[in-house]
Protein backbone atom coordinates (compact mmCIF):
# COMPACT_ATOMS: atom_id res chain seq x y z
CA UNK A 1 0.00 0.00 0.00
CA UNK A 2 1.18 3.36 -0.41
CA UNK A 3 2.50 5.12 2.08
CA UNK A 4 1.27 8.55 1.25
CA UNK A 5 -2.43 9.18 -0.33
CA UNK A 6 -3.91 12.36 -0.96
CA UNK A 7 -2.98 16.14 0.87
CA UNK A 8 -3.31 14.12 4.33
CA UNK A 9 -0.72 11.53 3.44
CA UNK A 10 1.50 14.34 2.03
CA UNK A 11 1.21 16.68 5.41
CA UNK A 12 2.26 13.75 7.33
CA UNK A 13 5.27 12.11 5.41
CA UNK A 14 6.33 16.31 5.29
CA UNK A 15 6.48 16.41 9.11
CA UNK A 16 7.95 12.59 9.73
CA UNK A 17 10.77 13.25 6.84
CA UNK A 18 11.97 17.11 8.51
CA UNK A 19 14.54 15.37 11.54
CA UNK A 20 17.22 17.20 13.02
CA UNK A 21 19.77 15.12 11.08
CA UNK A 22 17.68 15.97 7.54
CA UNK A 23 17.08 19.51 8.34
CA UNK A 24 21.07 20.36 9.18
CA UNK A 25 21.69 18.07 5.52
CA UNK A 26 19.38 20.54 3.70
CA UNK A 27 21.50 23.64 5.13
CA UNK A 28 25.32 22.21 4.81
CA UNK A 29 25.03 20.87 1.40
CA UNK A 30 24.54 22.15 -2.21
CA UNK A 31 23.22 20.98 -5.07
CA UNK A 32 24.72 18.74 -6.81
CA UNK A 33 28.66 19.08 -6.07
CA UNK A 34 28.89 18.17 -2.40
CA UNK A 35 25.17 16.34 -1.87
CA UNK A 36 25.39 13.67 -5.01
CA UNK A 37 26.08 9.92 -3.27
CA UNK A 38 26.46 7.05 -6.40
CA UNK A 39 26.17 3.77 -6.33
CA UNK A 40 25.76 0.65 -8.91
CA UNK A 41 24.40 -2.58 -8.85
CA UNK A 42 24.50 -5.71 -10.88
CA UNK A 43 21.76 -7.89 -12.23
CA UNK A 44 21.13 -10.59 -13.49
CA UNK A 45 18.03 -10.21 -15.87
CA UNK A 46 18.42 -13.41 -18.01
CA UNK A 47 14.95 -14.89 -16.71
CA UNK A 48 13.58 -11.34 -16.88
CA UNK A 49 14.54 -10.90 -20.76
CA UNK A 50 12.69 -14.40 -21.41
CA UNK A 51 9.75 -12.70 -20.15
CA UNK A 52 9.52 -9.42 -21.50
CA UNK A 53 10.05 -11.61 -24.75
CA UNK A 54 7.07 -13.72 -24.03
CA UNK A 55 5.34 -10.45 -23.82
CA UNK A 56 6.56 -8.58 -26.96
CA UNK A 57 5.58 -11.52 -28.64
CA UNK A 58 1.86 -11.22 -28.00
CA UNK A 59 2.17 -7.45 -29.25
CA UNK A 60 3.21 -4.99 -26.01
CA UNK A 61 6.26 -3.91 -26.72
CA UNK A 62 8.07 -3.76 -23.31
CA UNK A 63 11.30 -2.70 -22.44
CA UNK A 64 13.80 -3.27 -19.56
CA UNK A 65 13.47 0.64 -19.56
CA UNK A 66 9.63 0.02 -19.43
CA UNK A 67 9.75 -2.27 -16.73
CA UNK A 68 12.63 -0.52 -14.54
CA UNK A 69 10.33 2.70 -14.92
CA UNK A 70 7.38 1.24 -13.47
CA UNK A 71 9.00 -1.06 -10.83
CA UNK A 72 10.89 2.09 -9.66
CA UNK A 73 8.04 3.83 -8.86
CA UNK A 74 6.50 0.82 -6.92
CA UNK A 75 9.46 0.84 -4.77
CA UNK A 76 8.95 4.48 -3.81
CA UNK A 77 5.22 4.22 -3.34
CA UNK A 78 5.13 1.40 -1.19
CA UNK A 79 9.50 1.19 0.37
CA UNK A 80 11.40 4.39 -0.31
CA UNK A 81 8.86 7.67 -0.31
CA UNK A 82 11.67 9.90 0.53
CA UNK A 83 12.50 9.98 -2.88
CA UNK A 84 9.23 11.64 -3.57
CA UNK A 85 10.52 14.85 -1.69
CA UNK A 86 11.89 18.49 -2.86
CA UNK A 87 13.83 20.88 -0.94
CA UNK A 88 12.54 24.07 -0.50
CA UNK A 89 13.23 27.22 2.06
CA UNK A 90 15.28 24.67 3.78
CA UNK A 91 12.77 22.26 4.55
CA UNK A 92 11.75 18.70 2.68
CA UNK A 93 8.46 18.70 1.35
CA UNK A 94 6.61 15.65 0.18
CA UNK A 95 5.46 15.82 -3.53
CA UNK A 96 1.65 15.40 -3.76
CA UNK A 97 2.24 13.01 -6.94
CA UNK A 98 4.84 10.62 -8.04
CA UNK A 99 5.97 11.77 -11.47
CA UNK A 100 8.55 9.67 -13.41
CA UNK A 101 10.70 11.14 -16.40
CA UNK A 102 12.18 9.10 -19.00
CA UNK A 103 15.23 9.98 -20.70
CA UNK A 104 14.73 8.24 -25.05
CA UNK A 105 16.52 8.63 -28.30
CA UNK A 106 14.28 10.66 -30.58
CA UNK A 107 14.16 9.35 -33.96
CA UNK A 108 16.42 11.88 -35.37
CA UNK A 109 18.79 11.09 -33.12
CA UNK A 110 17.96 13.62 -30.23
CA UNK A 111 17.49 12.77 -26.42
CA UNK A 112 14.04 13.96 -24.94
CA UNK A 113 12.46 13.53 -21.37
CA UNK A 114 9.45 12.14 -21.72
CA UNK A 115 7.00 12.19 -18.22
CA UNK A 116 4.57 9.98 -16.61
CA UNK A 117 2.41 10.77 -14.47
CA UNK A 118 1.36 8.54 -10.95
CA UNK A 119 3.33 5.80 -13.03
CA UNK A 120 2.68 3.67 -9.62
CA UNK A 121 -0.76 3.22 -10.33
CA UNK A 122 -0.31 1.63 -13.84
CA UNK A 123 0.60 -1.69 -15.19
CA UNK A 124 3.29 -2.58 -17.63
CA UNK A 125 1.44 -2.02 -20.88
CA UNK A 126 0.22 1.44 -19.85
CA UNK A 127 3.45 2.62 -19.28
CA UNK A 128 4.22 1.54 -22.53
CA UNK A 129 1.55 3.07 -24.11
CA UNK A 130 1.92 6.52 -22.06
CA UNK A 131 5.21 6.39 -23.36
CA UNK A 132 4.56 6.02 -26.71
CA UNK A 133 2.12 8.77 -27.09
CA UNK A 134 4.62 10.96 -25.37
CA UNK A 135 6.90 9.83 -28.30
CA UNK A 136 4.47 10.37 -31.08
CA UNK A 137 3.85 13.52 -29.92
CA UNK A 138 7.59 14.65 -30.36
CA UNK A 139 7.57 13.36 -33.83
CA UNK A 140 5.02 15.52 -34.48
CA UNK A 141 6.82 18.63 -33.45
CA UNK A 142 5.42 19.10 -29.84
CA UNK A 143 7.76 19.90 -27.11
CA UNK A 144 7.17 19.79 -23.74
CA UNK A 145 6.99 22.77 -21.17
CA UNK A 146 10.74 22.19 -20.28
CA UNK A 147 11.99 21.67 -23.77
CA UNK A 148 10.38 25.23 -24.84
CA UNK A 149 12.20 26.72 -21.73
CA UNK A 150 15.55 25.49 -22.59
CA UNK A 151 15.51 25.94 -26.05
CA UNK A 152 14.32 29.94 -24.94
CA UNK A 153 16.59 30.06 -22.72
CA UNK A 154 19.33 29.25 -25.69
CA UNK A 155 18.57 31.89 -27.71
CA UNK A 156 19.42 34.30 -25.22
CA UNK A 157 22.65 36.17 -25.34
CA UNK A 158 25.26 35.33 -22.67
CA UNK A 159 25.53 36.78 -19.49
CA UNK A 160 21.87 37.58 -19.91
CA UNK A 161 21.32 33.81 -20.04
CA UNK A 162 23.41 33.10 -16.78
CA UNK A 163 21.20 35.94 -14.92
CA UNK A 164 17.59 34.38 -16.05
CA UNK A 165 18.81 30.68 -15.49
CA UNK A 166 20.38 32.19 -11.48
CA UNK A 167 16.17 34.05 -11.50
CA UNK A 168 14.35 30.94 -12.36
CA UNK A 169 16.62 28.36 -10.03
CA UNK A 170 15.88 30.34 -7.13
CA UNK A 171 12.41 31.43 -7.86
CA UNK A 172 11.10 27.63 -8.17
CA UNK A 173 13.94 25.55 -6.75
CA UNK A 174 14.37 28.15 -3.31
CA UNK A 175 11.41 29.73 -2.96
CA UNK A 176 9.29 26.80 -4.27
CA UNK A 177 7.45 28.91 -6.31
CA UNK A 178 5.27 27.40 -9.91
CA UNK A 179 4.32 29.12 -13.23
CA UNK A 180 2.56 27.40 -15.89
CA UNK A 181 5.44 26.96 -17.87
CA UNK A 182 8.22 25.78 -14.88
CA UNK A 183 7.22 24.56 -11.64
CA UNK A 184 9.51 22.49 -8.61
CA UNK A 185 8.07 19.31 -10.31
CA UNK A 186 8.93 20.06 -14.13
CA UNK A 187 11.62 17.13 -14.36
CA UNK A 188 9.72 14.56 -12.34
CA UNK A 189 10.52 12.99 -9.12
CA UNK A 190 12.66 10.97 -10.70
CA UNK A 191 14.86 10.30 -13.31
CA UNK A 192 15.26 6.79 -15.81
CA UNK A 193 18.29 7.12 -18.51
CA UNK A 194 19.14 3.94 -20.57
CA UNK A 195 22.94 4.61 -21.97
CA UNK A 196 22.84 0.97 -23.16
CA UNK A 197 20.72 1.87 -26.20
CA UNK A 198 23.89 4.33 -26.84
CA UNK A 199 26.42 1.83 -26.46
CA UNK A 200 27.22 2.51 -22.83
CA UNK A 201 28.14 -0.35 -20.89
CA UNK A 202 27.35 1.89 -17.92
CA UNK A 203 27.60 5.28 -16.36
CA UNK A 204 27.15 7.41 -13.61
CA UNK A 205 24.48 10.12 -13.39
CA UNK A 206 24.66 13.49 -12.73
CA UNK A 207 21.45 15.27 -10.53
CA UNK A 208 20.08 18.04 -12.48
CA UNK A 209 21.25 21.35 -11.13
CA UNK A 210 17.72 22.93 -12.37
CA UNK A 211 15.61 20.31 -11.65
CA UNK A 212 14.38 19.60 -7.83
CA UNK A 213 14.30 15.31 -7.94
CA UNK A 214 16.60 13.05 -5.73
CA UNK A 215 17.26 10.02 -7.82
CA UNK A 216 18.38 9.35 -11.42
CA UNK A 217 19.07 5.93 -12.06
CA UNK A 218 21.48 4.93 -15.66
CA UNK A 219 20.57 1.27 -17.12
CA UNK A 220 24.06 0.28 -18.65
CA UNK A 221 23.94 -2.41 -21.91
CA UNK A 222 23.41 -5.75 -20.70
CA UNK A 223 26.27 -8.09 -21.53
CA UNK A 224 26.19 -12.06 -21.59
CA UNK A 225 28.96 -12.31 -18.62
CA UNK A 226 30.21 -15.47 -16.53
CA UNK A 227 28.39 -15.48 -13.29
CA UNK A 228 27.40 -17.67 -10.49
CA UNK A 229 23.78 -19.12 -10.70
CA UNK A 230 22.21 -21.95 -8.60
CA UNK A 231 26.41 -22.73 -7.61
CA UNK A 232 27.41 -22.80 -10.96
CA UNK A 233 29.23 -20.62 -13.12
CA UNK A 234 27.28 -19.46 -16.47
CA UNK A 235 26.71 -17.34 -19.21
CA UNK A 236 24.25 -14.92 -17.62
CA UNK A 237 23.03 -11.40 -19.17
CA UNK A 238 23.83 -8.99 -16.86
CA UNK A 239 22.48 -5.31 -16.26
CA UNK A 240 24.62 -2.54 -14.61
CA UNK A 241 22.45 0.01 -13.07
CA UNK A 242 23.58 3.10 -11.34
CA UNK A 243 22.07 5.75 -9.61
CA UNK A 244 22.79 9.39 -8.17
CA UNK A 245 20.87 10.23 -4.84
CA UNK A 246 20.36 13.96 -3.21
CA UNK A 247 22.30 13.36 0.01
CA UNK A 248 20.17 16.64 1.60
CA UNK A 249 16.59 14.56 1.15
CA UNK A 250 17.96 10.58 1.22
CA UNK A 251 20.48 8.43 2.56
CA UNK A 252 22.87 5.45 1.27
CA UNK A 253 20.25 3.43 3.22
CA UNK A 254 17.19 4.77 1.19
CA UNK A 255 19.54 4.03 -1.91
CA UNK A 256 20.27 0.41 -0.60
CA UNK A 257 16.05 -0.58 0.15
CA UNK A 258 15.72 0.53 -3.35
CA UNK A 259 18.03 -1.53 -5.09
CA UNK A 260 16.71 -4.52 -2.66
CA UNK A 261 13.68 -3.82 -4.09
CA UNK A 262 14.46 -3.80 -7.61
CA UNK A 263 16.41 -7.05 -7.15
CA UNK A 264 13.22 -8.58 -6.15
CA UNK A 265 11.13 -7.12 -8.73
CA UNK A 266 13.55 -8.88 -10.95
CA UNK A 267 13.60 -12.09 -9.65
CA UNK A 268 10.05 -12.39 -9.42
CA UNK A 269 9.25 -10.08 -11.98
CA UNK A 270 5.56 -11.72 -12.87
CA UNK A 271 3.33 -9.71 -10.79
CA UNK A 272 4.70 -6.21 -12.75
CA UNK A 273 4.21 -8.06 -16.24
CA UNK A 274 0.81 -8.14 -15.57
CA UNK A 275 -1.62 -6.59 -18.06
Known sequence: MPFFKGNLGSEFLTMTLNTPWRLTAATIYKKPSESKILGSVYLDVTDLEQKISELRKKGVKVTLTHFITLVTAKAIAEEVPQFNTYLKRGAIHAYPELVASVTLKLPNG????????????????????????????????????????????????????????????????????????????????????????????GGYPALLPTGNLSLVLVLGRVREMPWVHEGNIVPRKILKLSAALDHRVVDAEHGGRLFNYLRKAIRHPEPYLNL
Open 110 to 201: ELSSMKINSPEKLNIKEIVDSLQARIDEARKGAESNTNQMKGTLGKIPWPFRTWLYKLLKFLTLDLGLSFPFLSAQSFGTYVISNVGTLGLD
